[in-house]
């Protein structure tokens, strides 16, 4: 990993929200003093301070205080996933029009392969992974990509490597109304298709139109009834599909579905990709040619 692996995220044009509490209640007893002194430590350049308190003393109100007073993107550390919950669910209730997202490990259980040498015995790999808490990992990678408003609430799985950063925004397509965004090409159904391939989506096959059962992370290409021809694709950090419509002259408009079947009008979209996992086509023939050189 390189300064390049990185480059792309100094072009990023993030909202520049500020923390606000919206907690209606305020500091009492110690609190205005710790939030103080947690303040002026890390604006002193301290880089560690340790806040005490029993459980029930307002510990995580007096960190809302703290990221709102110092205005920066903050990442919360939690030793499991029960405790990383919770605190977001709080952190979300004190900075309530800011984005608190969740990132933590989303295996509901995971068995390393193993070999039992004394029987000969090899044990494969078994897991499975839960969609909504992947869905929480990718609202949050988007977070970070969009706004500068943002807290992270994590466990330590957010230490391992999801793949290059540049790779990944790299990959993302910006489509608007009028097809004109800037670094767009998407001017028909084809084009975004083959970028929504490009960018690990899943093409739905044999559907009859409706978005019931397409899955996160899929798409598929249709014809609405005035002969308009239709993307339908499921980004993996929303709730629901979103529907861009083609014209002759290009995309005409673009929907997002809602969960009570309301359909909202979009002047433009960001799409990133359906993983995280995502390696550029010119870093696969590198590597490709270096795995034939090193075999060779």
């Excluded at 990442?75 to 309530?96: D, I, M, P, Y």
Aim: net charge negative.
């Amino acid at each position: 990993t390189t300064a390049a692996d990185f480059a792309s995220f100094s072009s990023l044009r993030l909202s520049s929200k500020p923390f606000e509490v919206t907690s209606k209640f305020e500091p009492s007893g110690d609190q205005p003093q710790a939030i103080e002194d947690l303040v002026r430590n890390i604006q002193d350049g301290e880089r560690f301070s340790v806040l005490r308190g029993a459980t029930g003393t307002g510990k995580t109100f007096v960190m809302g205080h703290a990221i709102a007073r110092l205005n920066r993107p903050t990442l919360v550390l939690c030793h499991n996933k029960t405790l990383a919950a919770q605190l977001a669910r709080e952190l979300k209730s004190f900075l309530g029009n800011n984005a608190v997202e969740l990132f933590v490990s989303y295996y509901n259980h995971y068995t390393p392969e193993s070999y039992v040498e004394s029987t000969g015995t090899y044990i494969a790999k078994k897991s499975s992974v839960n969609e909504e808490i992947d869905a929480l990992r990718h609202r949050a990678t988007r977070a970070l990509l969009e706004r500068s408003d943002v807290v992270i609430v994590a466990s330590v799985s957010c230490i391992y490597g999801l793949g290059m950063p540049k790779d990944y925004l790299d990959a993302s397509v910006s489509i608007s109304n009028a097809g004109q965004n800037e670094g767009s090409n998407i001017s028909s159904d084809g084009e975004l298709a083959s970028a929504l391939s490009a960018m690990l989506y899943e093409s739905e096959q044999d559907k009859d139109g409706g978005d019931s059962d397409m899955l996160r992370g899929s798409f598929d290409v249709s014809v609405d009834e005035a002969g308009n021809e239709v993307v339908t694709f499921w980004p993996p950090h929303e709730k629901m599909p979103v529907r861009v419509t083609f014209d002759q002259q290009g995309i005409s408009i673009i929907h997002q579905s809602t969960e009570e079947g309301v359909l909202v009008e979009l002047n433009e979209l960001r799409i990133f990709p359906a993983r995280h996992q995502l390696t550029s086509q010119d870093r696969l023939e590198n590597a490709c040619a270096a795995i034939e050189e090193e075999l060779s």
